[in-house]
């Protein structure tokens, strides 16, 4: 009888994480690896980086004239991001999971924002955490931050 195919490198699905200026300078980064790892998933890449402008031009580049997107950049650049490639089947919407919605006060508990995250009065949702939110996405995503990867 045939064992399943282990999956081969090219198939296990990525996604790019980020570990947001407000985590990093709270001293969560290394919750947020927790929770990636007790799901079940692996880490791939893992990089504290300054972004540039150049960069989360490039990253948020759909977000590109909205109201919140120079409040978005500017918290970006405020600090070091954690950014991370996890990798499992599944992981790209299980991460998204893992994270909750956008808006931290609307979280549910047991995510990343719902249990860790809340509304600072400011212009801009400081929520923590970034998940690539397609294939396309991740791929694209993760060029961005780990070129060469
Ligand atoms: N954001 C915000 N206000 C909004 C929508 C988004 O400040 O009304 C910020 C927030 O930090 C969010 C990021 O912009 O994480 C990207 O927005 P997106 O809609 O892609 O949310 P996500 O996929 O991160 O949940």
């Known amino acids: 009888t045939a064992m399943p195919a282990a999956p081969d490198q090219h198939d296990v699905e990525r996604t790019l994480v980020l570990v947001k200026p407000d985590g990093v300078r709270r001293g969560l980064s290394g919750e947020v690896l927790r929770r990636i790892e007790a799901k079940g998933y692996t880490l791939a890449a893992v990089e504290?980086?300054?972004?540039?402008t150049e960069l989360l031009a490039a990253?948020?580049?759909?977000?590109e004239g909205k109201p919140f997107y120079?409040?978005?950049v500017e918290f970006m650049?405020?600090?070091?991001?954690?950014a991370v490639v996890a990798e499992g089947q599944g992981v790209i919407p299980g991460f998204r999971s893992l994270a909750g919605?956008?808006?931290?006060?609307?979280?549910?508990?047991?995510?990343?924002?719902?249990d860790?995250?809340?509304?600072?009065?400011?212009?801009?949702q400081q929520n923590l955490v970034?998940?690539?939110?397609?294939?396309?996405?991740?791929?694209?995503?993760?060029?961005?931050?780990?070129?060469?990867?």
């Open 48 to 52: 504290l980086k300054q972004a540039t």
């Open 70 to 72: 120079a409040p978005l």
């Open 101 to 114: 919605a956008t808006n931290p006060t609307e979280a549910a508990p047991g995510t990343i924002r719902g």
């Open 130 to 149: 970034h998940g690539s939110d397609s294939p396309e996405s991740a791929a694209r995503e993760i060029g961005l931050w780990f070129p060469g990867l």
């Open 77 to 82: 650049l405020s600090g070091p991001t954690l």
């Open 59 to 63: 990253h948020y580049a759909e977000h």
């Open 116 to 124: 860790l995250g809340r509304d600072w009065g400011l212009k801009v």
